[in-house]
């Protein structure tokens, strides 16, 4: 029997205000434990909480960039049931009036196949602290940091059916999240969690399979990895004339597995309700007028300029502008040296490498745009080849020079362009590999284009990298002809 796949995610982004969403407690992240932990997220008696505004632009930006529908009144509920790290026994959240309605996301599969997903809301609500399990002799500890931090809950529609599909939507809500500046995506520290829910259905039927959902995946390769277990799991006990029992499930990593977490078979009764410490919310259109105009150029409509206005491929356009810091960087890169090819070539190339092996973003990269776009001139006008151009890059990564020029006047790595310095050069290559000359003299147009290529190794071994390539390989083939 085939089988197809049903994926719909619900992804939690923590918004990056400074303070917490009903209290003036701080977010920063990494504090001691139970050091930001305030009486008005915790729910002490007396205490009231008030909405933080910045919670609500955000949101708000989120939903016109999907072009969803903004609830012009929207309500905060509370949703009860307890949970060791969820002090007051419910949470602030929305339920019937979320901010952010029905709305789409356009993303791109690898192959480059367009495919559109439905958001079903985006609401917010408030994160529970965090239950640590190590270091506590067969205890918990609580850290209650994390409670009160502002949530945005997204909710797709279940429209993908392969687990690269769900990574690509993550991705690409991870790039527009990052876009709009609403939430820094580092899902190490759990700012971005994905809960995916994953059934299947035997290929032809309309109605969906029993789901199970699997809770707070924190990467995108793990995303990938647990649907993909959990799809066969599911596959291989219908198959062995099993049920599927709707339960929440977790992801091992080390196993590479799902396992059981609680039974859902029946509908949790949270007892939602209006919230009575909190008012509506009630949303102006000249408000939202105003969030129009302050958003940003959005990833795909970036794509689509770097494709249009530099002539890159798709696949480069599609690198660049996945994140909205490397797109800044080239952009400030290709405006100084006037060649967006050679730009996007060093910044996906020599510039990633480098953040990859330092482990770090771009923002903390140790060459910054203006001494990349030095090193790029130089390039071009020939001062230095582009091997040279690996060390002087390497150089300024580690601090050995403020700009590309001075590293290469320190070190003497100006390229030879001087015709009458090559050709001596290439005398003497020449002079020491008088056989294998005769026998590239002797030999048919196929085995001269091998050779040639080791005669200008040869030469450019000699001058240390120095010598031209172009002025190497003209004057080298000159010579060669000569006998």
């Known amino acids: ?96 009036q979320p901010i952010v309605g029905r709305g789409h996301l356009d993303i791109r599969l690898e192959d480059g196949t367009p495919q559109r997903i439905g958001i079903t809301r985006a609401h917010l609500e408030e994160d529970a602290g965090k239950s640590l399990h190590e270091d506590f002799q067969g205890m918990s500890g609580i850290d209650l940091n994390r409670a009160g931090t502002p949530l945005l809950e997204i909710v797709s529609e ?60 924190n990467s995108f390769r793990f995303i990938e990895k647990a649907i993909n277990y959990e799809v066969q799991r599911q596959i291989d006990l219908l198959e062995d004339g099993g049920k599927i029992v709707q339960e929440t499930r977790l992801y091992d990593p080390g196993k590479d597995q799902t396992r059981s977490m609680r039974s859902k078979e029946e509908a949790n009764d949270y007892r939602y309700f209006p919230c009575p410490d909190l008012l509506p919310v009630v949303i102006e259109p000249a408000f939202l007028d105003r969030l129009r105009r302050e958003l940003p150029e959005l990833p795909a409509q970036k794509e689509a300029r770097f494709i249009r206005d530099y002539q890159l491929s798709d696949y480069d356009a599609s690198v660049l502008s996945a994140s909205r810091d490397m797109a800044d960087y080239f952009e400030q890169v290709a405006e100084v040296c006037l060649d967006a090819k050679l730009t996007a070539n060093w910044v996906m190339g020599e510039l990633s490498s480098l953040l990859n092996r330092e482990a770090i973003d771009i923002e903390q990269s140790p060459v910054s745009a203006q001494q990349l776009a030095g090193l ?98 003209a004057i080298l083939k000159e010579k060669l002809e000569q006998g």
């Open 376 to 473: 790029l001139l130089r390039i071009k006008d020939g001062s230095i080849s582009g091997t040279i151009g690996k060390k002087v890059f390497e150089a300024l990564a580690s601090g050995e020079g403020k700009s590309a020029d001075a590293i290469i006047e320190s070190k003497g790595l100006r390229q030879v362009t001087d015709s009458d310095a090559i050709g001596a050069l290439i005398d003497q290559v020449l002079a020491a590999n008088e056989s294998q000359v005769q026998q590239y003299r002797q030999s048919d147009e196929s085995k001269r284009s091998k050779m040639f290529g080791f005669f200008v190794g040869l030469a450019m071994k000699a001058s240390k990298g120095k010598a031209s390539p172009a002025g190497v390989n």
């Open 158 to 217: 279940p429209d993908m059916r392969s687990a690269k599909q769900a990574v690509a939507y993550v991705r690409t809500i991870h790039a527009l999240l990052r876009y709009l500046k609403i939430c820094d995506g580092n899902m190490a520290e759990g700012s971005l969690r994905c809960d995916c829910n994953v059934s299947v259905r035997p290929v032809g039927q309309s109605e969906f399979g029993t789901r199970t959902e699997i809770k707070n995946v």
């Open 1 to 96: 029997m085939q089988w197809e796949t049903i994926i719909g995610l619900e992804i939690h982004a923590q918004l990056a205000t400074r303070s917490k969403i009903f209290s003036p407690a701080a977010t920063a992240f990494g504090a001691q434990p139970n050091t930001q932990a305030n009486l008005i997220d915790l729910g002490m008696p007396g205490t009231l909480p008030v909405l933080n505004a910045e919670a609500v632009r955000m949101a708000c930006l989120f939903g016109l960039a999907i072009e969803a529908e903004i609830a012009p009144r929207n309500q905060f509920a509370r949703k009860n049931y307890f949970y060791p790290d969820l002090p007051k026994g419910y949470q602030t959240s929305q339920f019937e």
